[in-house]
């Protein structure tokens, strides 16, 4: 074998196949390497595989030659002896010395040498050697066919069946067209055994997985470096079109889970990619993704829908900070409900150790909603007037302004109780001052540290309700 390699190495003319002839050639070149091996060892297989490849016209200009691929990183691969008629008619050659039909023997002797000359005729000299056996068994051929039956009429060789049919789908076959090469099968193959027809069928769905097998390999190369939300929407339709570029359905003849989500999947990508939807739309493709053999479809998908449902929480919380009850409300409620989208819709209905798998997600989704603003339940209990009532006014009031203070020092206040502590706080500020004998301007000073904030807050409350001195207090500060 190493022989003959430098033989052909010498002798054939040397062919680079670029990138735009490569996915015409590459299976082909495969199946023909593939084939050699199995010249001696199962010769009718070798037929089979290199039936539809000579029969392609795609192929005519490198067959028969020493190949090379281009590669998609540049350059060329290795070389190949890319050599379907000479593999074909040693094959032929291999099945004549097994055939018990000398009829059969002398048919497969004849499209041996028939496949030899066209092959020394292309240039490859080693073939002479093989066709010079091939004529051999040829005239044994004919002699044993001669003593078996009496000479006239003249010995009719019938085209195989298996053979005109492979023939008639190739061109099929070359263009991925596998459904209508199945049905075509299925049309012209009644004169073929059905085994025969069987194993065309069998080939014709081998070659549709392994397109989809290249297919797929390459999405899944182009899915994995997909990071953000934001690149899935800002990159053009094109490319979007080339990120989820994939074999139509039509002609797709096996069944593949991972290609069914894919399609399936690129309707819910379109969607957030137009803007049409929210990235958490995407948790139901990534809940179809879970039963699939490969996780990336899974953890990849997951990971958008959450980084949808963050958003979504984090800027509603965020929206919220300084907002009303009344639209505050419907804020919070959104993002309880897009919580719950990813806690209970989603991944309460994973597998448990999936589910177990994205505990910290949810965990910072529930600290987000936490954030919310609150109202001070204390307020409701805190009576300003209490220390006036009392023997000790000075301490009382200083211990309520120690208790109001520790309660403005927590963060996520409402809005509305911001505004009631800050106008108690100036409130008792003011009243402490004043019992100790400070003017109002003085007073003033004392509780200027919360004007700013119960300005923000929506200004004072109440600032009537302890007489004129503490509401000229008020007015100071503004």
């Not at 490859?124 to 091939?134: D, N």
């Not at 009631?420 to 004043?434: I, Q």
């Amino acid at each position: 074998m190493i022989f003959f390699t430098l033989l052909c190495a010498l002798a054939q003319q040397n062919r680079s196949i670029d990138r735009l002839e490569k996915n015409d050639y590459y299976r082909p070149v495969a199946e023909t390497r593939d084939a050699e091996a199995l010249i001696d060892s199962d010769p009718r297989t070798v037929v089979e595989k290199l039936d539809p490849i000579i029969a392609n016209p795609k192929l005519q200009k490198h067959i028969e030659s020493r190949a090379r691929l281009a590669e998609a990183t540049g350059g060329y691969g290795d070389y190949y002896m890319f050599l379907p008629y000479q593999f074909r008619g040693r094959a032929r050659v291999n099945l004549v010395r097994k055939a018990a039909d000398p009829e059969i023997a002398l048919k497969l002797a004849q499209g041996a040498v028939a496949d030899l000359e066209e092959s020394v005729r292309r240039g490859v000299a080693p073939s002479e050697e093989f066709l010079k056996l091939a004529k051999a068994e040829l005239e044994k051929a004919k002699a044993a066919a001669n003593t078996t039956k009496p000479p006239d009429p003249p010995l009719v060789v019938k085209e195989d069946p298996a053979a005109l049919l492979r023939a008639s789908i190739a061109p099929l076959l070359a263009s991925n067209r596998f459904k209508t090469a199945r049905a075509a099968a299925e049309k012209d193959g009644k004169d073929v055994p059905d085994a025969e027809r069987k194993r065309i069928a069998e080939e014709v769905d081998r070659r549709c997985k392994t397109l989809l097998n290249e297919e797929m390999f390459n999405f899944r190369r182009r899915f994995g470096r997909l990071e953000s939300l934001s690149e899935l929407t800002e990159i053009s339709d094109g490319a979007f079109e080339t990120l989820f570029s994939l074999p139509a359905p039509e002609e797709i003849s096996v069944a593949d889970a991972a290609y069914d989500w894919a399609r399936s999947a690129r309707t819910a990508f379109k969607e957030v990619h137009a803007r049409k939807a929210g990235g958490e739309t995407l948790l139901a493709t990534a809940a179809a993704a879970a039963a699939l053999e490969d996780s990336l479809w899974f953890t990849r998908t997951e990971a958008l829908g959450y980084q949808g449902v963050l958003d979504g929480v984090r800027s509603r919380a965020d929206k919220a900070a300084g907002l009303p009850k009344a639209e505050r409300d419907p804020l919070e409620a959104q993002a309880v409900a897009l919580t719950a989208a990813y806690t209970k819709e989603f991944a309460g209905k994973l597998d448990p150790k999936k589910a177990a798998d994205l505990k910290s997600r949810a965990d910072e989704l529930n600290r987000i909603l936490a954030g919310f603003p609150k109202d001070l339940a204390e307020l409701a209990s805190i009576d300003l007037e209490a220390p006036l009532a009392g023997a000790a006014v000075e301490a009382d009031l200083a211990k309520l302004d120690a208790d109001l203070r520790s309660l403005e020092t927590r963060s996520g206040i409402a809005v509305e109780s911001r505004r009631k502590l800050y106008s108690a706080l100036v409130t008792v500020g003011a009243l402490r001052a004043l019992v100790a004998g400070k003017d109002e301007d003085a007073a003033a000073a004392d509780v200027r540290i919360w004007s700013s904030k119960l300005a923000a807050a929506g200004g004072a409350m109440d600032e009537k309700r302890f007489g004129p001195r503490v509401e000229k207090v008020f007015a100071k500060i503004k």
